[in-house]
């Protein structure tokens, strides 16, 4: 389950993702402006970009699939400044995560998941899925999105959550 | 997991929530606007404003915990226009989260969830509270917080997520 929640649901949300930035920049390409406007843009002054937003979000991904499971995650140096570079960001990380399988969580629930913010201190697995990698992850997802829509994006609900698997008539 | 990814932790969220709509009415007040100006605010002129993303956040946590569980989730009439009513709102959400117990969950992940929307397709529990629930109910309280946070709104990161449950030194 904490594989499923995590490693397969955020790749599919990276994904998502990444095909909103594809409807920026040919939003930027209709209106003939460059695209780094808008991943340079933010709602409110004090706020990270879209470029930081993109960013954190790989990393909220591919340190909660590294920290649930014992790994050492990959570093990246958070030097992207378009969108095909954000695009390969987001590659790299559902390409790590790829790596995961269900049995690599074995125990992540109880494991103590620390951080080197935390001083030290730890969550359990499951506290760290749950109240930690998850809900900081659709924040900077959605904060992505926002950003895209508040500048006039075409973006709905339907890319940001992608296809559901219906079953039935 | 299906219980504490759902009701344990979309309650704690519509409790952050609420405190965050009171720094949104303590900022109306300190800058002698009315509040109402908040609630009617969005990202862009055809996105849902504040009011109904607070409504839709509370739906998605009491139709996520029904929906899992088999069971008939209370009515809302929607009908809320002041912070204090979207407080009460998102009280009477988590009042009826609170009649949920793990028990409840058994045989969740397998369950199969519809709405009224789905033309009688379905997902399972386990699809449906990953890929649906837990995505969607992000997605509108963190637009909710964008919208604030656009508006001038002194809230962070640590407004939205909550405590943590720290352990250790």
């Known amino acids: ?31 003939k402006f460059d695209a780094e406007v808008l991943l ?13 937003q993109v960013q954190i979000a790989c990393d909220t991904a591919k340190f909660a699939a590294a920290r649930l499971t014992g790994k050492e995650a990959p570093t990246h140096d958070d030097k992207e400044k378009t969108v095909a570079e954000l695009k390969a ?15 690599d969580f074995a125990g992540a629930d109880e494991r103590r998941v620390t951080t080197p913010r935390w001083n030290g ?17 659709y924040f900077h997802l959605t904060t992505a999105y926002a950003v895209l829509r508040h500048n006039g994006v075409d973006v709905g ?11 039935g008539p």
């Open 40 to 52: 340079q843009s933010r709602l409110a002054p004090d706020q990270f970009n879209l470029v930081r």
């Open 121 to 137: 201190k730890y969550l359990t697995g499951a506290e760290f899925a749950v109240q930690h990698a998850i809900p900081n992850f």
């Open 1 to 31: 389950m904490l594989y499923d929640v995590t490693v397969v649901q955020f790749t599919k949300m990276l994904n998502n993702l990444s095909r909103i930035l594809d409807k920026g920049e040919a939003y930027a390409g209709g209106k």
């Open 89 to 103: 960001r987001i590659e790299q990380v559902t390409t790590y995560l790829r790596t995961f399988s269900a049995k």
């Open 157 to 167: 609900k339907g890319d940001y959550l992608g296809d559901m698997p219906y079953k």
